[in-house]
């Protein structure tokens, strides 16, 4: 079965700064996709960034960018520059193969990131 | 409307009471798909429908009954819930759920509270 794990159960950072959420994942299918999420207080699952497992260069998007090391069987996440608006949960998420077919998501149990003034 | 929605976003009921959550997605995707999101636990994937039609049931209890009537709608009707169903609901929609880069986007969310 494929698993996610995110050790960080809290983190905080200073505005401005950056901050890198830290993501393993173990699977033996050699084809996977990796997607970091933001869950802000409201609710809401926000899609960040996508890196898939044949992807040669590391997945950017605006101020996050994933630090993907295959061997290591890592997807870090790194946000650059953080903002207030930054504070929330992040989810890091494994798509699973299901046994009738299609996709599904596993998540990791979440890191909540405070930024701080 | 953009994006996906969902209705309510907060739901009070007592354990003898019949409801419905709802959603909609407005991106022309294929896909939806309901999650559940207790305290303390990771999401857990309840149903998947491609095309209108179920391919995943995650051993949900029957309690919860879904509903596919096109692929921009997706229901989840309960009944006779349990006060451990009190959690986050969310619902999310991709284009097509057999892409090897498919990507699943979120509504916001019912949360719903079981008394």
């Known amino acids: 079965a494929q698993k996610i794990t995110q050790t960080q159960p809290g983190m905080f950072v200073q505005e401005k700064e950056a901050v890198t959420l830290d993501c393993t994942y173990d699977t033996s299918d050699p084809s996977y996709g990796l997607f970091w999420y933001k869950q802000p207080s409201s609710g809401e699952m926000i899609f960040l960034i996508y890196?898939?497992?044949?992807?040669?260069q590391n997945a950017t998007e605006g101020r996050y960018s994933l630090n993907f090391q295959k061997a290591r069987k890592s997807a870090n996440l790194v946000i650059s520059a953080s903002q207030l608006g930054d504070s929330a949960m992040y989810f890091c998420?494994?798509?699973?193969?299901?046994?009738?077919?299609?996709?599904?998501?596993?998540f990791g149990t979440g890191t909540q990131l405070k930024v701080e003034l | 409307e953009t994006g996906v929605t969902q209705t309510p976003r907060h739901l009070v009921m007592g354990m003898t009471n019949k409801k419905s959550l709802k959603c909609e997605q407005h991106?022309?995707?294929?896909?939806m798909y309901w999650y559940k999101q207790s305290a303390k636990k990771p999401l857990e994937l309840m149903f998947v429908?491609?095309?209108?039609?179920?391919?995943e049931n995650n051993s949900v209890p029957s309690r919860f009954s879904p509903e596919c009537p096109n692929s921009s709608h997706l229901f989840l009707h309960l009944h006779t819930l349990q006060p451990e169903d009190s959690a986050l609901y969310l619902c999310?929609?991709?284009?097509?759920?057999?892409?090897?880069?498919?990507?699943?986007?979120f509504g916001p969310g019912t949360r719903l509270t079981v008394l």
């Open positions: 999310a929609s991709s284009q097509d759920s057999y892409s090897p880069t498919d990507t699943q986007y």
């Open positions: 998420a494994m798509r699973d193969r299901l046994t009738g077919g299609g996709n599904k998501l596993t």
């Open positions: 991106l022309g995707h294929n896909a």
């Open positions: 429908y491609n095309f209108k039609e179920q391919t």
């Open positions: 890196q898939g497992s044949y992807d040669q």
